[in-house]
């Protein structure tokens, strides 16, 4: 993946450059920048964009990254404040974009959206919004944590993806399996604020090859093989729909029906200490873990786990599946009987 006898980095240069340049050429973009942490990448980008386009209001989904896991970061650090063209569980409409009562300056979209499933648009439902944001004179940026396993559900390259916005950001521990880190692609006169901005928020580390390193071997190894779980998670979301349909639990539900990545959500009318108390058993007793974490959603009674397919999935075949269902079943039955 690189020379280890060649020079690593020192305050970005090096491999972290190399680095740079080959999310750039994946992307189609002029330039990009390595962060520490997407985070930082976002907040610096939208900042940018604010001086440029001389309106601090973002429009972004209320569900997304920086509205529920950042503290309130934008408004606190960067002076920016956030408004919501719709509250639905899915990334707005060109007609809601179009009719938003105010004026914004930047359009983020998160590619796929979290939260509601790692739901994504149709190809055509995407292009209308960026030009609904464009026709509002606002720029749209990409939070692409997930950019890389997008293409399949497009049925797009990155580089057309990343066409249609002004900047986008990506992760390389999301999906890619490194340690850390981010980038932020676009024009390069973006990037080279960015790069200043980056060093005045603190992102300017004296040495990151291991990170740097770790995201060229992601780059190398899980990128290519992303498409793979993406068809499979579709192979492992229907499995789990038939084993619960045959369960005897009361009901539920796997979110979308057909996943859009490789990952997507499983909903049951249990708390979720419960749901957690029989994954465990599952596991002690079985040897297999079907889920792993479960969290209550804003329904009472009612919780939600997050699916990810990846190289260990592969392995499941349909029946592994529907088995692992039946079991999980059998025990959550058992602890409400105790």
Request: aromatic fraction near 10%; proline fraction near 6%.
């Amino acid at each position: 993946m690189y020379d280890l006898d060649s020079w690593s980095d020192l305050y970005g240069d090096g491999i972290v450059t190399d680095l740079e340049q080959r999310v750039a050429e994946l992307l189609g973009t002029e330039d990009a920048a390595y962060f520490p942490t997407g985070t930082m990448a976002q907040q610096v980008a939208l900042r940018c964009w604010a001086g440029r386009t001389g309106n601090a209001t973002v429009a972004l989904h209320p569900l997304a990254h920086p509205e529920l896991h950042e503290r309130g970061a934008f408004p606190a650090l960067s002076g920016l404040r956030t408004v919501h063209a719709t509250t639905r569980r899915r990334l707005p409409t060109a007609a809601e974009i179009e009719g938003f009562e105010e004026p914004f300056g930047t359009l983020m979209l998160e590619l796929p959206l979290r939260e509601a499933g790692f739901v994504l648009p149709s190809w055509e439902e995407l292009e209308a919004v960026v030009e609904a944001a464009g026709e509002r004179d606002a720029v749209v940026h990409f939070d692409g944590a997930r950019l890389w396993e997008c293409a399949p559900h497009f049925g797009r390259t990155l580089p057309e993806i990343a066409a249609l916005a002004d900047s986008v950001y990506v992760s390389f521990y999301k999906s890619l399996d490194a340690l850390s880190g981010a980038a932020l692609a676009g024009p390069a006169s973006l990037v080279d604020e960015a790069r200043a901005w980056r060093h005045r928020y603190g992102g300017l580390l004296s040495q990151q090859f291991p990170a740097a390193l770790s995201a060229l071997v992601g780059l190398a190894r899980e990128l290519p093989r992303l498409p793979g779980y993406v068809a499979h998670a579709k192979v492992v979301a229907a499995a789990l729909r038939e084993g619960f349909a045959g369960s005897g639990l009361p009901w539920a539900r796997v979110h979308p029906g057909q996943p859009h990545t490789h990952q997507f959500q499983v909903w049951l009318p249990y708390g979720a200490e419960l749901l957690e108390e029989a994954s465990v058993r599952q596991a002690e007793e079985t040897g297999v873990a079907l889920f792993r974490r479960w969290f209550d959603s804003e329904v009472p009674d009612v919780s939600l786990s997050e699916v990810t397919v990846s190289a260990p999935g592969l392995e499941w075949t349909a029946r592994d599946v529907r088995d692992a269902v039946a079991d999980f079943a059998r025990l959550l039955r058992a602890l409400e009987a105790e």
